[in-house]
């Protein structure tokens, strides 16, 4: 395994020790945005390991569930002064907030797809946010330098990193990138306004939610929200990007996201329906208005530019101690028969079932919050692509909006979890994929431009089986977190990190 011979056994293990001990005198936090996100899995970690998850855990054990992110979190301003009060600055008066921390960390990361060992990766910068009135806002900024031990480094996030070559930089040799989400919101009588680079996440899923999913890569977005009655209401521009390279002048071709989510609130039943429609190399904000149907919308531009789907979706909660969700996806079908019969390539469709456990105990006057989910998720051959490549698939920078595992592909995951006085977290998480190789099994695949319904399609032809384990253990402290991964079986990889908060 490339990144396992020089992997310092013995200085991690003093290191989780000293952490465990000294982090221990900390006060009970957690970390406080104006937003509740999806996770940040790649980059931009903060204090909070899974802040989504235990969201989500919280919902399955009897706060409100609303299955839409990023989104407000209403109890930040009225808690500002306790959850700001370690704030390197910090000012409150009654019309207006603010409070500025820096961040940072450093990582150990490598795997088998990577190919590399990235030692040290370091990165550092500003986490400020605040409100004035009915404006909220917020900002994590970072600067990143890694050092890379393979000759042809690849992106550990998936998006553009600058490589320096040794002769161009006195014989030193790195690779240099800057990081952001932000947020600035305006909550007015009628609604709320978002500017927002993050990553939308739509349905009652965590892993395998088909329209949009948390597993993608931030984007810039304007989005609506409002409310009547047991009724929200989600509309949705996101500026999407076609290749990962800030060199590449086709880059200069324009990718747009209009996605729309009704959630119907019921008590313990919740109901939505998502929407989206992609435009390449157009751009009709009469889409953005809510009440306009995408999918009729669709047929109103040349189908060459524009992608559409359709999703339906329910959750139904259960004595506050589980959750029982799923979700289907039409990305085209012939007729409803053609889906029945699901024999050729014009049924493209995609199905999400799963279910959430969790509880909450006391243990010695600390809360433990323990829980475990299960999914399924199945992908047909050609969902998300379309007629022509590196158009207007559902993707952004070559990875799907969607499921994480792209067309033509199958997943189990079931993973069990616990955070114990909001400080320790374990995560163990089981993946069974099968992934086909097959035409049709790639985002930029093609769908042919006639005679859909006499092409036959293949589900997972001779797909193999890839197991994987991933356990997990973090710390989040006040001013300090630590987190230890691994992935084992398949795609071995590690991950550590070490990061500050002031």
Same mark, same amino acid.
């Given at each position: ?59 399955? =054990? ?26 390197? #600055? ?6 207006q907030a603010i409070a500025a921390s820096l961040v940072g960390g450093i990582d150990y990361r490598g795997g088998e797809t990577l190919g590399d060992t990235i030692w040290p990766g370091l990165d550092g910068g500003l986490y400020l946010r605040g409100y004035r009135d009915s404006v909220e806002f917020?900002? $994590? ?38 990081? *952001? ?16 680079? $993050? ?42 990007? #076609? ?8 880059? =200069? ?37 809510? #009440? ?38 039409? &990305? ?51 969902? *998300?692509? !379309? ?8 993707? !952004? ?15 189990? $995951? ?30 930029? $695949? ?14 997972? &032809? ?24 691994? =992935? ?15």
């Amino acid at each position: 395994m490339p990144f396992a011979a020089n992997f310092p056994i013995r200085s991690l293990h003093f290191l989780n020790v000293f952490l465990f001990f000294s982090g221990i005198a900390f006060s009970s936090s957690f970390a406080a945005s104006p937003i509740y996100s999806s996770e940040r899995m790649r980059n931009l970690k903060q204090l909070e390991t899974t802040p989504l998850l235990f969201e989500y855990h919280r919902m399955t =054990t009897g706060t409100q569930q609303m299955f839409y992110f990023p989104r407000r979190d209403s109890s930040w301003r009225e808690n500002f002064a306790e959850n700001e009060k370690r704030a390197l #600055i910090q000012y409150r008066d009654a019309k207006q907030a603010i409070a500025a921390s820096l961040v940072g960390g450093i990582d150990y990361r490598g795997g088998e797809t990577l190919g590399d060992t990235i030692w040290p990766g370091l990165d550092g910068g500003l986490y400020l946010r605040g409100y004035r009135d009915s404006v909220e806002f917020m900002l $994590d900024a970072r600067i990143y330098v890694e050092n890379h031990s393979a000759s042809y480094p690849k992106s550990f996030d998936r998006e553009f990193v600058e490589f320096q070559k040794e002769e161009n930089n006195s014989g030193v040799e790195y690779a240099s990138y800057a990081r *952001y989400r932000g947020m600035l919101a305006i909550n007015m009588g009628f609604g709320r306004l978002m500017l927002a680079r $993050d990553v939308f996440h739509f349905g009652p899923g965590y892993y395998n939610n088909l329209t949009l999913n948390q597993y993608a890569l931030p984007y810039n977005t304007l989005s609506f929200e409002f409310h009547v009655g047991p009724l929200s209401v989600i509309s949705l521009y996101g500026d999407l990007r #076609i290749y990962a390279n800030s060199m590449n002048r086709k880059n =200069t071709n324009d990718r747009n996201l209009y996605a729309h989510r009704y959630e119907l609130n019921l008590g313990n039943l919740i109901l939505g329906m998502s929407e989206t429609q992609i435009l390449y190399n157009e751009n009709k904000v009469w889409l953005f208005v809510p #009440i306009v149907p995408l999918f009729m919308e669709k047929g109103n531009f040349s189908e060459d530019n524009n992608n559409g789907a359709l999703a339906f979706d329910a959750n139904y909660r259960l004595f506050n101690l589980a959750r029982i969700y799923t979700e289907f996806y039409i &990305d085209d079908f012939e007729s409803p028969i053609s889906l029945i019969k699901n024999d050729n390539i014009e049924a493209k469709w995609a199905w999400m079932a799963g279910a959430q456990i969790g509880k909450d105990f006391s243990v010695k006057g600390h809360k433990l919050e323990a829980g475990a989910i299960a999914e399924y998720a199945r992908v047909e051959p050609y969902v *998300y692509s !379309h007629f022509h490549p590196n158009t207007a698939q559902a993707a !952004h920078l070559g990875v799907p909006l969607g499921a994480p595992n792209g067309p033509n592909s199958q997943t189990i $995951d079931f993973a069990v979890y616990g955070r114990f006085a909001r400080r320790i977290n374990v995560n163990v998480r089981n993946t069974w994929l099968w992934k086909g190789t097959d035409y049709g099994s790639a985002i930029n $695949d093609t769908t042919p431009t006639s005679n859909h319904f006499k092409l036959p399609k293949k589900f997972l &032809d001779g797909a193999k089986m890839k197991y994987s384990l991933s356990p997990a253990i973090s710390y989040d402290g006040d001013f300090v977190f630590y987190q230890l991964e691994f =992935t084992l079986f398949n795609d071995e990889k590690i991950y550590t990190r070490l990061g500050v908060k002031w």
